[in-house]
């Protein structure tokens, strides 16, 4: 019969609800599915087959019992492992959490557990969510399905590749400064990074506190809708002031006409040096399909962009140094053991706790806050910050979304990138978006003509008006795809082993 992973997350719930599938024979499809394709993807730092059992077990007795189903009843999901989850460690890909049981599981993943998700494990990601390859993680790299001797793209690089691997339809990433969108554009599957403060980050492990966002992947853009819907359900967090009060009324976009609605292009974008000839074209094709579908296409300029880079890598490192200073090696994370004294112990434990991107960013964090360094980079990047976010409201005026590239190039090669500034440049088209705390979307529409690697565009929309994401993005499947079909669906080396359904 059908594999997992030809259903949607939108398929399998309703097959679960309806009865045609238990959320136990889907749960054991998606492990079976894992256990087949883990060997080359290596999307996973931890498989959590009780997890995943007792939970598909409770969806089953809840519709025995005659109860109504949550909306996602039965859906697998892969979870970052900078997310806590009860019953799984949370170790930031990091030697320094590398025991680190989760106390208490966080809000985001939470919702998607009371939507009636079965939580299948814990994705592997740059150590602590630095980097865009995941190749930093300390315990293994995650291999591109699509080839496995590229990248998958990071930081949320596992959980990428599990979706496109067809691991599972959904999971999820966060993105402080592409973290979601990158990876999501070199495996062919859509990511998205809501709006700042959309969904609450209590009990992720916080690398930017001003830039950082939780959001999903998933193959369809309906898919990425129905999981928006259960991560803003329950509204705001108590637990984190960030988050605010958002309606779950993604799913009910979909079929928003886009008839004279007007999508922004940056001309500087797409001539930008470093972006390759096929993503560009790529871009443009979308933009045209979206033109096709009675959209009109406007040139914005947004004069302070070429600012963002500088400015996140000053914000980013600077709240990542905060951040992180609690690992210690007292209060948390990897103790060294036979210090001499504290100060020893302290420095000894994050001497070998942390990888060389680690401590690079938090080296220089320490050196952008010292004082009389402060004034000169942290409050010119802050003013940075306000020029851009304000150049987006200018062209917001004009246009409802902008497209762009989310990545300048497709995926390359493990170990292709070893300069660490070539690295960053790898979120030229993301960066932006986190300083101005917009919401953005990566839809995959195809293969690249050169490399025949997964190709992508990136929606951007205004604070709070993601739902256009959701609308632009399920234009844009139309347009490459037919009906309700995913564009890219599970990369074909590895679609249909194991993960039967009986
Ligand atoms: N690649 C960017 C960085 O290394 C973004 C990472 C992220 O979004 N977590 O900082």
New binding site residues.
């Given amino acids: 019969m059908a594999n997992i992973d030809t259903l949607s997350a939108r398929q399998i719930a309703s097959a679960v609800a309806s009865g045609e599938l238990s959320a136990l024979e889907v749960a054991q499809a998606a492990l079976d599915a894992v256990e087949a394709r883990e060997g080359e993807v290596q999307a996973f730092l931890q498989v959590t087959p009780e997890l995943a059992l007792a939970a598909a077990d409770r969806v089953d007795a809840a519709r025995a019992a005659g109860e109504a189903l949550p909306p996602l009843a039965g859906v697998p999901v892969a979870v970052k492992d900078n997310m806590n989850l009860v019953g799984t460690r949370t170790t930031c890909a990091s030697r320094m959490l590398e025991s680190y049981e989760s106390p208490y599981t966080a809000t985001c993943v939470q919702r998607m557990l009371d939507a009636g998700c079965v939580p299948v494990g814990k994705t592997n990601m740059?150590e602590f969510?630095?980097?865009?390859s995941t190749d930093t993680s300390a315990f293994h790299p995650t291999n591109n399905p699509w080839n496995t001797s590229c990248v998958p793209g990071?930081?949320s690089g596992g959980s990428a590749a599990a979706v496109a691997a067809g691991e599972v339809p959904l999971a999820l990433g966060?993105?402080?400064?592409?973290?979601i969108r990158?990876p999501a554009a070199l495996c062919g599957v859509v990511g998205m990074k809501p709006t700042y403060g959309a969904v609450s980050r209590y009990g992720v492990v916080a690398?930017g506190s001003s830039l950082d966002q939780v959001g999903p992947f998933g193959r369809t853009v309906e898919d990425v809708a129905l999981a928006m819907d259960a991560l803003v359900t329950g509204g705001h967090d108590r637990c984190d002031s960030t988050s605010q009060e958002v309606a779950p009324v993604f799913a009910q976009h979909l079929d928003a006409s886009i008839e004279g609605r007007r999508v922004g292009i940056i001309p500087s974008f797409m001539e930008a040096e470093g972006l390759s000839p096929e993503v560009r074209s790529a871009v443009e094709s979308a933009a045209k399909a979206l033109e096709a579908a009675g959209a009109e296409l406007v040139e914005v300029d947004l004069p302070h962009l070429d600012a963002a880079i500088a400015a996140?890598y000053v914000i980013?490192p600077a709240e990542a140094f905060s951040n992180l200073a609690r690992f210690d090696g007292v209060r948390y994370g990897y103790q060294e053991p036979n210090c001499r004294n504290l100060a020893d112990q302290s420095s000894l434990s994050r001497a070998h706790g942390f990888g060389a991107e680690a401590k690079r960013r938090q080296m220089l964090g320490a050196y952008l806050l010292s004082s009389g360094i402060y004034d000169k980079y942290y409050y010119a990047a802050q003013k940075a910050r306000t020029l851009i976010t304000a150049d987006y409201a200018a062209a917001y005026e004009k246009v409802d979304v902008i497209i762009m590239p989310a990545s300048p190039q497709v995926a390359f090669e493990h170990g292709a990138i070893s300069d660490p500034t070539q690295m960053?440049l790898?979120?030229m088209y993301t960066?932006s978006i986190?300083i101005a705390g917009n919401g953005g979307m990566t839809v995959p529409v195809g293969l690249g003509t050169d490399s025949g690697m997964p190709v992508a565009a990136q929606l951007v929309a205004p604070a709070f008006k993601d739902e256009r994401l959701i609308t632009f993005g399920a234009a844009l499947e139309r347009a490459f795809a037919s009906d309700g079909a995913p564009i890219m669906g599970v990369a074909p080396a590895f679609s249909g082993k194991g993960g039967e359904l009986a």
């Fill in positions: 740059d969510a630095f980097g865009s990071g930081s966060s993105d402080t400064g592409g973290s990158q690398f996140y980013g960053y790898s979120d960066i986190n």
